[in-house]
């Protein structure tokens, strides 16, 4: 047993929407200062797993813990006081400002109708300057870029002040430079005893940014650990049926991966299991 | 950084207030002979004529400046409630078929009981509205998630057109000698207003206005989305039901005095959310005060521009609202 402090466990989940089953016996835990990357093809339930682990979706078989208790017992406020969660998209068509959207997160912490005191202020102003976007504050929304939204959405996470901050496919729209920003931003949230959990399909983002990286497959995380072990050829051949190179950086010991082709059904190494199940 | 929120309420609110007084007083001085307050007042004064001046301001013009005052504010707070909810900017209390069941009740009360039965064309039309806002929110019901929001305009307009239907084969059915006094409650109707219709009017209005306004944080957390919202620590759909079941209360009571007013629910929440921000801590309590003097300015005209001929005030509503919210439409 480590000292570390789990703060979500998923035991044993699955789920599905209609037949096909998104999620089966799925495990995973959280614990306090992880940082943890989900990746796997598109369509393999990665925003479903969000869902289930913040506890906006129920699931049909398993249950999900947050701080030992069931988080379908706990108060969708008490919950998001533990957990943010910055979606893809958003509508705004209400012309919120940065502002005002960046203090919704504040709300958990007050009952229904609350006006913000100089606490929730001085908190917001530290969310707008981490994300570099307090220059913005008065602007609306529908006259930012998607990247500035997406930072205006992780203002308001780290608004909620919560103990685990989701992200959805967090490299959506973003170019090469925003990339980095934001693996920037979401390392300075992490060392700042944030756990973060973010799902994407863009390995060679995830490798580089997570110490943690899961593998997810067949709505399951067949293996986890760090991004050299978990991301070998056989491993994306499997998950993301193509046939890729992986190099290691000499230095950072990150692998990188190369795409090559599209590796078809009768492909030997489809058939192959994982290589790797390290925990 | 930004002005406080409260302050931001307290400013809005004020000047609001105070256009809101000075409407009521121009509206009640505003009589025939054009203003004459201050010549009533006189009247009053030097004891010469009193009843008569009393029963002017008491009886006629101040019942039916505040029941057009209650209807504003509490279709625009209703405006405000749907537009967040329904996360329309261009939806309004009666896109939920209100105004269709409403006015379905009134015509079955009118042609079967006669005009005078005025608590009755009330009670009735309180009655129709609430079957139709239950029947589009029950069929909404039946197909939750991702296409709720969109089921519940659809099944709105759908309700609405059937009971609009089922109101013109009742009116033409019975050869109703009534359509005036139909056609005048479908465009709304203040000259009946007395206090005890007032008194109801107002008490559910400002209820309704207390219940929404506690909860305003929660009001703004339903605009950025449901998953979001739940995100951010509101239980979605329940939150979603008690705004929808309060706005369909204080319209359905507003429809059941006033008839169906178009416009000020949709009017006035858009003016005021370019005046002042989506944030409905600033904008229920503005829209409530604006909503009251827009229709009771409204109502003021509605009186007076075509004397001795009376408008209905939705003609006014509709002068005025039509034009705004086409430059809205144009405007996005």
Redesign the interface.
Known sequence: MSGVRRLIECDSVSFRYAVAPILQDMTIAIDAGAFIGVVGRNGVGKSTLI?IL?G?LPPQRGVVLLNGRPIGDL???????K???V?QT????????V???VM??R??R???????NSED?AIV?TALEKTQIAHL??RTLDTLSGGERQRVRIA?GIA?QPEVMFLDEPTTHLDLYSQLKLMELLRDINKHGIAVLLVSHDINFVAQCCQDVHLMHNGTIPCHGSPRDVITPDNVATCFRIHAEVTIDPVTSIPLINPLKILNHDDPVFLDPLTRNSG | ??S???SK?IRSSSILFVALLGVVVISVGFGARGFDLCDMLCRIGDGSQTTQAWTILLEYRLPRTLLAAVAGAGLACAGVIFQ?VL???LADPYLVGISGGGSLGAVVCITMFGQNRLLGVSSMAFVGSLIAVGLVYGLALLRKGAGYINTIILAGVIVGALMNALMLLIISLTGSDEMQRILYWMMGDFSFADYPKGAVAATVTCVGWIAA??????L??L???D??A??????VSRMRTFFIVVAALVTGTVVSVSGTIGFVGLVVPHML?LAI???N?VLLPASFLGGAAFLAGADCLARLVAYPTELPVGVITALVGAPFFLYLLLRR
């Open positions: 869902r913040t906006t108060s969708r406020r008490s919950v998001a006081r957990l943010a969660a979606s958003e509508p705004s068509d209400f012309g919120f400002t502002w005002e959207e919704l997160g709300s958990p007050h009952g229904g109708i609350h006006f913000e202020r102003e504050a008065s308001r909620q | 950084m930004p406080s929120t409260l309420t967040a996360r329309n900017p306004f506690s909860q305003a944080n929660r703004n957390l605009m950025v989305g998953e979001s739940a995100n951010l620590g509101i239980d959310r921000g989506p944030d801590r």
